[in-house]
């Protein structure tokens, strides 16, 4: 019996998205069923309009694997901000004759699919394909989503590209890396290019950011360079440090517009540009004088064509979510394990049971792989306040006294002391 296959996509961009796509339609074309996309998300559906629905066949998702971007567009619609709205999607779901439902997105589009999975009472079978360049979905094994690798590998081309540009001009760049919750991206693109600094929001106490501490962390490494005669370098800021700064200590975040589902668009918010007149204003004071450019990245990572492993995966996970439509699991997202097997797992092993939304991976700033990359950067560490000597450089640079210095320059706590 034929039964047709809906498609749709959620939320940012990520590469390996149309490898997905292709890889589900392929599978389902050739086990002789239907397959339909559904463009723009849920934004369409939410009203009812059906004039989104685009017929999939083989050449229409030929050679779309190697491309980054969406075949189906994508949209931050949120069906579940209106309980009318869920059931209007239902029903336009049902209009269009979909029996499978495959959702593609990030933590804001699970939940969405999971809420369609409940709504349609099991009249509709939904699976979703988590992805993220932020690499922060609770996948098991701590394993990547799809979409992270490629971007990892782009900004780390960046952020080279900024390093050699810092050494010829002897300046500093504060670079803001996308990654809303989660450092991973800031702190992966970072480690892998050999960056001088990186800054992600874990490392902070839980509660509010203080802007000053960041930069003074910053000014700490940029002291701590010049103190080695080295003018230049890079500092790598994870965006998500913007989303828990007091509002009081930056004002435009007040006036800084929020998406869909109520996130500030961080995208708005200038971290780097702040954080950098607030370190050469500080140092000018003392009549140290450096260069800082800044530059936002991200929107540059999310549609770049994937690189090898995020096609193989991606092939993986959409032909993963045709097979296990078929044998008639719903309601889960899929996933690849080690090994190479995919692994249903149920959308409430995603839910927070104290927030009710999708949990988030932070990145682990107590483990190995962190220690490692905190012990490659230039930053001013408890162990160089603590050698008289190192101590003392840093001061003469600084044109502070020792003991300034010490509480200037102060780390915050972590595994590294």
């Known amino acids: 019996m034929s039964c047709t296959f809906g498609i749709l996509v959620g939320g940012g961009p990520a590469p390996g998205i149309n490898s997905v796509i292709a890889a589900a339609t392929h599978y389902a074309l050739r086990s002789g069923h239907k397959v339909v996309g559904l463009r723009n998300g849920f934004e369409d559906l939410i009203q009812g309009d ?19 971007g969406s075949l189906l567009h994508t949209s931050r619609a949120n069906p579940t901000k209106n309980p009318e709205h869920l059931k209007t999607v239902v029903e336009s779901l ?17 939940f969405s699919a999971k809420a369609v999975a409940d709504a349609a009472d099991g009249e509709i079978k939904v699976i979703h394909v988590p992805k993220t360049i932020d690499n922060d979905l609770p996948l098991p094994n701590n394993l990547p ?36 919750n989660s450092g991973h991206l800031a702190l992966g693109s970072g480690k892998s290019a050999g960056s001088t600094i990186t800054m992600i929001a874990e490392e902070f106490p839980e509660g509010t950011i203080h802007l000053e501490d960041v930069a003074r962390i910053l ?99 959409g032909v993963g979510a045709v097979r296990l439509l078929l044998n008639g699991v719903s309601g889960v997202m899929v996933t690849r394990q080690y090994g190479g097997l995919i692994v249903p797992m149920s959308f409430d092993e995603m839910i927070d049971p104290e927030t009710g ?15 490692a990359a905190r012990a490659l950067m230039t ?14 450089r840093i001061a003469k640079t600084a044109r502070l006294t020792p003991d300034e210095t010490a509480e200037r320059y102060k780390p915050l706590p972590s595994i590294f002391d």
Not at 94 to 110: E, F, S
Not at 227 to 234: A, D, E, T, V
Not at 295 to 303: A, F, M, T
Not at 379 to 392: I, S, T, Y
């Open 357 to 371: 939304r999708t949990k988030v991976r932070m990145v682990n700033v107590e483990s190995d792989s962190y220690y």
């Open 94 to 110: 049902k209009k269009i004759g979909v029996d499978y439902l495959l959702t593609i997105g990030g933590d804001d589009t699970a």
């Open 379 to 392: 930053r001013v560490e408890q162990r160089d306040l603590d050698d008289a000597n190192k101590c003392g």
């Open 219 to 317: 000014e700490g490494s940029v002291v701590k360079r010049l103190s080695q005669g080295q003018r230049h370098g890079i500092a790598v800021l994870a965006e998500g440090i913007g989303d828990r700064l007091d509002s009081s200590e930056l004002s435009i975040l007040d006036q800084i517009p929020r998406d869909e589902h109520g996130h500030i668009r961080l995208a708005d918010v200038p971290l780097g540009r702040v954080l950098a007149r607030m370190v050469q204003d500080s140092l000018a004071k003392r009549d140290i004088h450096v260069r800082i450019g800044t530059k936002d990245v991200g929107y540059e990572l999310r549609c770049a064509p994937p690189v090898a492993f995020d096609r193989d995966y991606t092939h993986d996970l």
């Open 145 to 180: 989503t799809f979409g992270f690798e490629t971007a990892r590998n782009n900004a780390s081309q960046v952020l080279e590209n900024l390093m050699n540009d810092a050494y010829t001009r002897a300046n500093w760049f504060f670079v803001v890396l996308m990654g809303r």
């Open 50 to 68: 059906l004039s989104c629905v685009r017929k999939l066949d083989h050449e229409a998702i030929q050679g779309i694997h190697r491309v980054g």
